[in-house]
């Protein structure tokens, strides 16, 4: 079943069109990422589905029923969303549970007043934070107040949460744990969420399914393994991961496969669909290209082994700068008038600028028509 469905949804503000047919399914249950750059349209997209901001054409529809279309529109009251804005917007004169009782209806006369408390005893525990309700917002952390606007958000029971980069402001290691906490707790209460982002490591490390948005568009939708291993074109190939992309023509192997030959070499073709010789675009990920040398640890990679169908070269080349990463490093090598390739390799054994080295890719390759 489909918790949210936008399909063929615009928005512009006056002249200017920030969605442009927007068309995105979220499972129930599922953790969605929107991703995409400043501008793309990410946060638009999430105040159209919360009712904030009425949608110019196309349907809303929440778990089979429409909230905005052509036959009207239902208020955000009515839409029973969460929405958790990426400063979290806490009031600041009620405490923490103060906070997340907040949004809670009250029956009269005080009546279900030891309902609602267990239930925001619940919801605090759930985010780690049982024993801080008493605090007031400026008493917390950045990452203890995106907990409370998380416990505030569920503790409605809402049919969807609308996450809208409330990671982004903490810095690295903070997000990481207070991003595991916060998924941990729609995880626990089988909540239905939609994270917008601009990271593609979040989006790819936590959400069930991606769409990637450029300029209110969905260039590509689908698994994080899809979407980073068989991107749908070659901008949507560099947003959501670093990758090579390279000028390459196509040709048949010696028993006919299909084949593509680039400055890395003659590459296994991933799929049969560009038939006869054209002119491509390649896609090579760091993690393929195999870098071997006097400086790295084992001998040069073999004539025979290079010339196998699935690992391609020789390519003879210089490193010319190293990116750290502690547990990898990214390598930049200049290969003559092929250009510059990176490389991902091993943070121990990461060459430095200026040795020599070999590489070869590993696998076969994407290619799309130029």
């Not at 870098?291 to 003879?316: I, K, N």
Request: net charge negative; charged share 20%; aromatic share 4%.
């Amino acid at each position: 079943m489909m918790a949210l469905e936008a399909v063929d949804v615009w928005k512009s503000y006056g002249q200017v069109p920030v969605l442009r047919g927007v068309s995105l399914s979220v499972s129930a249950g599922a953790l969605t990422a929107v991703l995409g750059t400043s501008g793309a349209g990410k946060t638009t997209l999430l105040r159209v589905v919360a009712g904030f901001e009425p949608a110019d054409a196309g349907t809303v529809t929440l778990g089979g029923q429409a909230v905005d279309g052509p036959l009207g529109r239902i208020p955000p009251e009515r839409r029973h969303i969460g929405y958790v804005p990426q400063d979290g917007a806490l009031f600041p004169h009620l405490t923490v549970r103060g906070n997340v009782a907040f949004a809670l209806p009250r029956g009269p006369r005080g009546a279900g007043r030891g309902r609602r408390d267990d239930l925001v005893g619940e919801m605090l525990d759930l985010v780690g934070l049982a024993d801080l309700g008493g605090r007031y917002p400026h008493e917390l952390s950045g990452g203890q107040q995106q907990r409370v606007a998380i416990a505030r958000a569920l503790a409605t029971r809402p049919r969807l949460v609308l996450l809208d980069e409330p990671f982004a402001a903490l810095d690295a290691s903070l997000r990481s744990t207070v991003r595991a906490d916060v998924l941990g707790a729609l995880r626990a209460t089988g909540t239905t969420g939609v994270l917008v982002t601009h990271d593609q490591d979040e989006a790819l490390s936590v959400a069930d399914y991606v769409a990637v948005l450029r300029d209110g568009t969905v260039t590509q939708a689908g698994t994080p393994a899809e979407v980073y291993s068989a991107p749908a074109d070659p901008w949507t190939a560099g947003f959501v991961g670093t990758a090579n992309l390279l000028p390459g023509v196509t040709e048949a192997g010696d028993l006919g496969e299909a084949r593509v030959r680039t400055a890395l070499g003659s590459h296994a073709l991933r799929g049969d669909d560009i038939e006869g010789k054209r002119e491509v675009t390649v896609l090579v990920r760091p993690e393929q290209v195999i870098l071997s040398g006097p400086a790295l640890p084992g001998p040069v990679l073999p004539g025979p082994v290079l010339s196998s169908p699935v690992l391609s070269g020789p390519v003879a080349g210089t490193v010319t700068a190293a990116s750290y990463h502690g547990h990898d490093a990214l390598i930049t090598v200049d290969i003559g008038d092929g250009g510059t390739v990176r490389a991902r390799t091993s943070g121990a054994v990461a060459p430095a600028p200026g040795d020599n080295v070999t590489l070869g890719v590993d696998g076969p390759v994407i290619a799309w028509r130029g």
